[in-house]
T-cell receptor, first 109, second 114 residues
């Protein structure tokens, strides 16, 4: 099956810093989504981005489907950005959304 | 309701007992997913329902696990003869259809088997 790898696995930032999270996938995809899991376990959908670039406030995402990667940018990070960031992909005619390995982010004051 | 609702939010059960977890998807959402997340780990796909089609059960880890859904409404995930390795949070999600649409997760059911 498809492999979805994320980097870095862990990241510590000072409040106000910027960061880039990466998601690499091993096969063609027709749906890619980014999620944030907060420290209480709630998963929030950030972006549906099978290709191109989208922005939402301090967050933006870019997917280059032909090169099999996606990037999530966090600017001016805040402590509330802490948690785990997952990318997830559908492939072909599959029904399941396969999740990546996750990036654990901690933003400190 | 406004979001995906799961119950119970927390469950502690003795090894060998059966448990039933419930998911109430967002109204109008035809697709429903169950995932399992062990502590500190990623999400493992369990099962997918789409309308009245046959469910995709390819992620169920053993025959102790089963799930049902009535039409496009509530789903129940049943774990029989629970084992300690079943301890995890069980997450339910729904969307308007399986592919190409935003997926919304519930807050999960935290299961501890002692």
């Amino acid at each position: 099956g498809i492999q979805v790898e994320q980097s870095p696995p862990d990241l510590i930032l000072q409040e106000g810093a910027n960061s880039t999270l990466r998601c690499n996938f091993s096969d063609s995809v027709n749906n890619l989504q980014w999620f944030h899991q907060n420290p209480w376990g709630q998963l929030i959908n950030l972006f549906y981005i099978p290709s191109g670039t989208k922005q939402n406030g301090r967050l933006s995402a870019t997917t280059v489907a032909t090169e099999r990667y996606s990037l999530l940018y966090i600017s001016s990070s805040q402590t509330t950005d802490s948690g785990v960031y997952f990318c997830a992909v559908f492939t072909g005619g599959g029904n399941k959304l396969t999740f990546g390995t996750g990036t654990q982010l901690k933003v400190e004051l | 309701g406004a979001g995906v609702s799961q119950s119970p939010s927390n469950k502690v059960t003795e090894k060998g007992k059966d448990v039933e977890l419930r998911c109430d998807p967002i109204s109008g959402h035809t697709a429903l997913y169950w995932y399992r997340q062990r502590l500190g780990q990623g999400l493992e796909f369990l099962i997918y329902f789409q309308g009245n089609s046959a469910p995709d059960k390819s992620g169920l880890p053993s025959d102790r696990f089963s799930a049902e859904r009535t039409g496009e409404s509530v789903s129940t995930l049943t774990i029989q003869r629970t084992q300690q390795e079943d301890s995890a949070v069980y997450l339910c999600a729904s969307s308007t259809s399986g592919l190409g649409n935003t997926i919304y997760f519930g807050e999960g059911s935290w299961l501890t088997v002692v």
